[in-house]
């Protein structure tokens, strides 16, 4: 057990933090997506801590973050006009990055890959810590790996008190799903490995149509001896211990199923616009909404000890998709079309 220091989200906390993280330690950090488990980026035993304390595969590489965009060149070979143009609209907020990694990240850090996922979070206090520190921060959501990414303070205290060297809490996160990661090749495609807040629709504004492609595993199961593009779609995740089905169906159809399956064991997850007889947790009527309280519901699932869950089908259009993939995840890719 270490002992871990609970520290505030004001600038003693981050200065605290950054003491921490200068000493080679590692530190939970609030951003505006999901809390994230920071550590030097150019310190391999700061990435293998972080590893070892989420119980991550180590194959599965860590998101590098920056105060400003104007570092990328420090730590990738190029950066495609498109990258740039993904950078100067969307940053800093929500979206990763991935680009051919210099040297100076070690493979530690991006998990023996040769390109690196680059970010800057909207969260300023996350930025201020990175510049308090003086060198980028890779980290990973703040959970123990399987479970649902954490979205408060209280989330990552479960996870990982006693395993990391502070916790900065700073409330609530706003966006609740994790970044959009894409990668951008040298000819301007670019592919979503991972959906989030920033869209497919969205990144048209700097980009055409046919260059926007959504990578294979965002919303089918790949199979166990596939290529994956993005190591973290072949992992299992999300998975509260109860058994989640999403019912693929509408609202009067999924309370008609309700009504023929539901029994004294079981949980809706849905909207909060149904009319239902069994308990339930709801996630609210927009994409925005659901995105937000996502995790957190997944993990009351499990304090409510619930353990057979049915679950309304995200709307898939914009940051719906986010919703939709991890939420499949959750569910282990059951659904049910009644
Ligand atoms: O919003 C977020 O992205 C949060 C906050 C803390 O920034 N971080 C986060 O990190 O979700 P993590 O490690 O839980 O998820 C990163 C995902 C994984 O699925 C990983 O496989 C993928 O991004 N990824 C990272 N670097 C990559 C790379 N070089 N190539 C392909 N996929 C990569
Ligand atoms: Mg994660």
Excluded: W
Aim: charged share 25%.
């Amino acid at each position: 057990m270490i002992d871990t220091e609970i520290l505030t989200a004001d600038e003693a906390g981050l200065k605290r933090a950054a003491e921490l993280l200068k000493k080679g330690g590692i530190v939970a950090m609030p951003t505006e997506t999901v809390y994230g488990l920071a550590g030097n980026a150019l310190d391999p035993h700061a990435a293998e801590r972080i590893y070892c304390a989420k119980g991550r595969p180590s194959d599965n590489p860590l998101i590098v973050h920056l105060s400003d965009a104007t570092q990328a060149v420090e730590y990738v070979k190029v950066i495609p006009e498109t990258a740039k143009r993904i950078f100067s609209t969307f940053s800093p907020g929500p979206v990763t990055v991935v680009l051919p990694k210099k040297e100076i990240i070690p493979k530690a850090t991006s998990g023996g890959l040769d390109t690196v996922g680059l970010r800057i979070p909207a969260d300023k206090r996350a930025r201020r810590l990175i510049s308090l520190c003086g060198f980028p921060l890779a980290a990973p959501s703040a959970n123990l790996s399987g479970s649902p990414s954490p979205t408060s303070a209280n989330h990552v205290i479960s996870d990982l008190f006693g395993a990391v060297d502070g916790i900065i809490d700073g409330g609530e996160c706003g966006v609740g799903v994790e970044s959009t990661v894409l990668s951008v090749d040298d000819d301007n495609n670019i592919t979503i490995l991972r959906p989030g807040f920033i869209t497919a629709e969205d990144l048209r504004e700097v980009s055409s149509p046919e260059k926007i492609h959504l990578a294979k595993g965002i919303t089918e199961r790949i199979g166990e001896e596939e290529k994956v593009l993005s190591p973290g779609m072949k992992y299992k995740h999300y998975a509260p211990k109860a058994d989640i089905a999403i019912i693929d169906t509408n609202k009067a159809g999924f309370e008609q199923y309700i009504s023929a399956h539901g029994n004294e064991k079981a949980y809706a997850l849905c909207f909060g616009d149904e009319n239902i007889n069994i308990p339930m947790i709801t996630l609210g009527v927009t994409s925005e909404e659901q995105a937000h309280n996502l995790f957190n519901a997944l993990r009351r699932l499990d304090e409510v000890n619930a353990e057979r869950v049915f679950a309304r089908m995200p709307d898939k259009k914009g940051v719906g998709l986010a919703v939709y993939n991890r939420l499949l995840r959750a569910a282990g890719f059951e659904v049910i079309k009644p």
